[in-house]
């Protein structure tokens, strides 16, 4: 009886169940540093058995692990869920089988690194340049609910995680494969405790570091009221008036303690209003009620999520997403623009925008979109939302304090919210609305890679969202306050600012450009060499 197939599919449910477990259970990330185990033993045994077609099986092993922890995706869209863990997985599978075609040519642990240093170089890809991009599953976020072990983050950044999961993992097969093959009793003691040590130190050496890597304590403090409203979003525009809604918000701001008359922060969540025009952001319903509010406290100032929308007047098209409303009298057109943007204002009337850069593919961004735009123009109808993104970070500034503002997905990518400390930024503030995916594990993920961004940032972090989970996260990613899930909630806090700048953020994601520069070298070196074995 052949019993690989039991074999290969009890190996691939250990790896989606050690892997897909530090996504959705508390403080087991420490299993990715074991989860890729049963897959390069799965692989290992392909090879020696020659197994045919086995790009099913290590492509089926993506799929379940992209399913197990993302399925959530679907409370928003089925078929974006099936297409984000369809593709997703199909680029895993693509890194792993180049890295197969490497090890035929090339020989010991050399395709072992080409395999780490291209699935970083892909993670690095997915988090700066590519368009259509899904980080959600890159290694080093198995660590975003086990934040004492990577505060070391503020050094490497995320991506610093996904190398330590890699070299863990390797270390380990490493070991097995050598015991396996007899090499083990044939060395030396030297050998064999270098061996040994050389795992222990991959695997416990960065937690170890954790335990001396501690934030500043930072100073001096800043007030901060959050407000979560707790808006349905499949009925806010239908069940609600803008006015309703408006009056709720602001009758929650009304129980927070008013008495002192220091300056105050009041945080909204993404999307609060809609259809601002920005040239008459002044004459917008929302913003004259927030004035009013602000009058009454002074020391107030608010910073909440619109999508607006900018007008333009042009002979041609400003930009590949523009809405055409029409020719004018003189030849131009009114081009419109529409943005995912968060706008700060004072009591004095004046206020600030900052239109969201990262957008998500689909329901915000069209990608490649004088591809898509011309495909979607010939399919008919429209197909893909158009939001424009700013093409660069800015900060909010309230009184005399930067704020970066990441608006909801924004919160997912590291080495661009670096870009908020490096303009200034002495507090990070998250405004969100996770309330699409219901009660799954997708707003407790997107909660905790808040706590990422602290401790890559050493900033604090004081996070706004419609339904939940809104909180307070210290430098060193811990949550020093937060509300419950899907109810109306006012969090009041204080939080440190900071003007420091960490590693990380002086010197950028120096672990994905290494690992860039290692993948194409390895490459070069696999394409430039003979085959030297068959199977």
Known sequence: MNRRPLIFAALTLAFTLLMSLPWLVPHMGWLALIGLVPLLIMERLATEYKVKHFWWWHYGAF????????????????????????????????????FRWVKRRTRGMLPYLFLAAAWIAWERYYLTVAEISWPWLVLGNAFADTTSLIQWYSVLGTLGGSLWVWVSNLSIFGLM??????????????????????????VFGPM????????????????????????DPYEKFQS???????????????????????????????????RVLTDQVLQHETFLRFQRFLKTHPQATLLYGASTIERVFSYSR????????????DGRHLWALTHNSAILTDTAGVYQLYHKSKLVVGTELTPYPKVFIPLENLLGGNLMAKDV???YVTCLKAGNVPIGTAICYESVYGEFCTGYVRRGAQLLAVITNDAWWGNTPGYRQHLNYSRLRAIETRRWVARCANTGISAFISPDGTIVDRTAWWEPALLEG????????????RSGDMVGRASVFLFLLLLAAALFRGTTRKY
Request: hydrophobic share 45%; proline share 5%; charged share 15%.
């Open 240 to 274: 609600l008036s803008r006015e309703e809604q408006d009056k709720r918000y602001l009758s929650l701001l009304e129980q927070a303690d008013w008495s002192s008359h220091e300056p105050t922060l009041v945080l909204a969540p993404e999307t609060f209003t809609s």
């Open 177 to 202: 494969v050598a015991l396996s093959d007899g090499r083990v009793a044939r060395w030396n003691g030297k050998a064999r405790v270098a061996a040994v040590g050389g795992a222990l130190l991959a």
């Open 208 to 231: 170890v570091w954790s335990a001396f890597e501690k934030p500043k304590l930072s100073e001096p403090t800043l007030k901060v009221v959050i407000g979560q409203p707790n808006y």
């Open 318 to 329: 400003p930009h590949p997403c523009a809405y055409d409303f029409g020719e004018e009298a």
């Open 389 to 391: 993104g700013q093409p």
């Open 494 to 505: 204080r939080v440190g600012l900071s003007t420091e700048q960490t590693f990380f953020v």
């Open 63 to 98: 799929v379940l692990w992209n399913a197990a922890t993302t399925w959530w995706v679907g409370g928003a869209t089925v078929g974006g869920a099936v297409f984000a863990i369809l593709a997703n997985a199909l680029q895993m599978s693509v890194v792993f089988g180049a």
